[in-house]
């Protein structure tokens, strides 16, 4: 199984709402990921997670809040966005951080702020 | 300062032809590079890889080469396929830090 699983696909929200997006793996990977990807752009390096434990967060707004509840699953909640955050948010696993190790993808939550 | 360039921004092959995707990188730490393919609004997808030890890997229709002294690779499709026509990004790795990634090439294979 070498699948890493988003969900929503879709999100659409107002700038007041609070919302989580969820993100899970089990190939029993210990490195964890979010970026952000705007269109024609490539992909934007939010936070990393080794062994549960958060450890780069690369200057991100905290109106994201990464969670890390297990070594399978990964959180990003979302609060008082805005409309320029609408983005496609990526979920990304490798065995561990370092080099030498492909990164998994997720499809993606497709994510709209109004 | 953008340590992994990708010059070209899109690229269009004939079917069956083969595609040519370039990649130039300026950190000489960088010890492991791969290759990934995107469709419209999904995620990326891995496609291959090579270490700095190799110059070549080879899987299937997808050849990547690695010049280590002119700090460029490459990724070469053949036979190109309709279904190739995507976004493709280089990344690379070194040490314990995330990969960087380089800013896509769009790649269209005209039938």
């Known amino acids: 199984d070498t699948e890493v699983t988003q969900t929503p696909k879709h999100l659409v929200m107002g700038m007041t709402n609070k919302k989580s997006l969820k993100c899970e793996q089990h190939?029993?990977?210990?490195?964890m990921y979010w970026y952000k990807q705007k269109a024609k752009k490539p992909p934007e390096l939010m936070f990393v997670?080794?062994?549960?434990?958060?450890?780069i967060n690369e200057s991100v707004p905290s109106r994201f809040s990464p969670e890390c509840p297990n070594s399978s699953l990964l959180n990003l909640h979302l609060h008082a966005l805005q409309p320029e955050d609408s983005a496609l948010y990526l979920c990304?696993?490798?065995?561990?951080?370092?080099?030498?190790?492909?990164?998994?993808f997720g499809p993606g939550t497709r994510l709209t702020v109004l | 300062d953008q340590q992994v360039k990708q010059n070209s921004p899109s690229l269009s092959v004939q079917e069956g032809r083969i595609s040519i995707l370039n990649c130039d990188y300026t950190?000489?730490?960088?010890?492991?590079f791969l290759w990934y393919k995107k469709y419209p609004a999904e995620g990326p997808t891995f496609l291959i890889s090579?270490?700095?030890?190799?110059d070549k890997n080879e899987d299937g229709r997808f050849t990547v080469f690695l010049n280590k002294s002119a700090k460029h690779l490459s990724l070469h499709i053949v036979p190109s396929q309709p279904g190739d026509s995507a976004v493709y990004f280089c990344?690379?790795?070194?040490?314990?830090?995330?990969?960087?990634f380089g800013k896509g090439t769009r790649l269209s294979v005209i039938a």
């Open positions: 990304a696993s490798s065995q561990v951080v370092a080099t030498y190790n492909e990164q998994f």
């Open positions: 190939m029993g990977h210990r490195a």
């Open positions: 997670y080794s062994y549960e434990k958060l450890s």
């Open positions: 950190n000489s730490m960088f010890d492991y």
């Open positions: 090579i270490s700095s030890i190799k």
């Open positions: 990344a690379a790795h070194s040490g314990n830090t995330p990969l960087v």
